[in-house]
């Protein structure tokens, strides 16, 4: 795949996230200027990791929007090292209202991985009912309504709908994103550690500069005042920030954009949660944290601050509710085995 086209899909397919973990992307044929109804919807997330055997299992979910779906057919492509546990899987039909589930597992992962899989995907939509969702759509002009329509009669066997999408495994986590986007476990509260996003830029200049404070205070001291001194370098670099943050990636894959927005929102969680280690026990500190998470569009934040947020509600003996908000983070990523301990602990009165 062409170093353009990765960059490309980094940024749609990490920064798209509806969780932390999964992928809802709705189809589009054609162009994007004059595309088809959406006629279907694909979800995909990270299921299982197990450390110790060296596998995972990647969970998809594919339905029809308001009409049924024939041929059906998914086969996950995985990168070496990692062996394929499944072959092509395939179905006759799929009912209005009902999904297609298929599970594809996958062997021999060594941590950490920060790659690409392909879900190549095939399903054709029902003509009938696609060509009268066209003809229902008054913005379109008698010109495009043509095009459309000889697009759905065209339509003579399975579409490809599958993703290529960022796949990042370490011993702790799983999860269908760039290593890049993720939170990493480095500040300790307890027997439990906070998550915090320390990315580095992919170029010189103010931001670069002041992530790379950042990563270098984690390194040196990571205590919560210099990290707090670093944050606000970052804050103070952004004034003079673009509209976007390009990111650098490891292992050799090309760097991709941040929206300036969504790497402001990241940052502000980062803010939180120091805030609240400089005061342990802060009903406050906790519940400004938890109203970033309840209240921002879920995104590739969502999922660590909800750890966050069971981390310091377990450190302040808030165990029913900590064990609440360690849920809502396995929600979003479910092959999180760091989390998953901590939960277990709990429920365990550890």
Request: net charge neutral.
């Given at each position: ?286 519940g400004r944290i938890e109203r970033l998470v309840r209240q921002a569009h879920p995104n590739f934040t969502t999922a660590f601050g909800w750890a966050n947020v069971g981390v310091l509600q377990a450190e302040a ?34």
């Amino acid at each position: 795949m062409p170093t353009t086209a990765l960059k490309c899909l980094g940024t749609i397919a990490a920064l798209a996230m509806v969780f932390v973990g999964s992928c809802l992307a709705p189809a589009n044929a054609v162009t994007p200027d004059v595309s088809l109804p959406e006629w279907h919807a694909l979800k995909m997330q990270v299921s299982e990791w197990n450390p110790a055997k060296g596998e995972v299992v990647i969970d998809a979910d594919l339905r029809g929007i308001g009409m049924p779906l024939s041929g059906l057919s998914a086969e996950l492509h995985w990168p070496k090292p990692i062996e394929s546990g499944n072959g092509r899987q395939e179905a006759a039909g799929l009912a209005v209202g009902q999904s297609w589930k298929t599970r594809h597992s996958g062997s021999g992962v060594k941590p950490p991985f920060d790659g690409w899989i392909e879900l190549e995907v095939h399903a054709k939509p029902d003509q009938a009912i696609l060509r009268g969702s066209v003809e229902r759509i008054s913005t379109y002009t008698p010109a495009m309504r043509r095009i459309m329509i000889g697009e759905v009669v065209s339509v003579k066997a399975p579409l490809s709908i599958g993703r290529n999408l960022p796949l990042y495994i370490d011993k702790d986590i799983a999860v269908l994103m760039p290593r890049a986007l993720v939170f990493t476990p480095v500040l300790k509260m307890g027997g439990r550690l906070l998550h915090l996003w320390t990315p580095q830029s992919a170029s010189d200049g103010p931001v670069g500069t002041a992530l790379s404070r950042l990563r270098t205070s984690l390194a040196v001291e990571p205590s919560a005042r210099m990290l707090d001194e670093a944050v606000k370098a970052v804050d103070d670099a952004m004034t003079a920030a673009s509209d976007s943050v390009e990111i650098r990636c490891e292992g050799g894959n090309p760097p991709f954009s941040v929206p300036l927005n969504v790497f402001r929102d990241a940052m502000s969680m980062n803010r939180a949660v120091l805030a609240a280690a400089r005061e342990p026990g802060s009903t406050i500190a906790m519940g400004r944290i938890e109203r970033l998470v309840r209240q921002a569009h879920p995104n590739f934040t969502t999922a660590f601050g909800w750890a966050n947020v069971g981390v310091l509600q377990a450190e302040a003996g808030l165990t029913p509710r900590a064990c609440e908000s360690f849920r809502e983070a396995l929600d979003q990523i479910p092959a999180w085995p760091l989390v998953r301990g901590w939960l277990t602990d709990l429920e365990k009165g550890r």
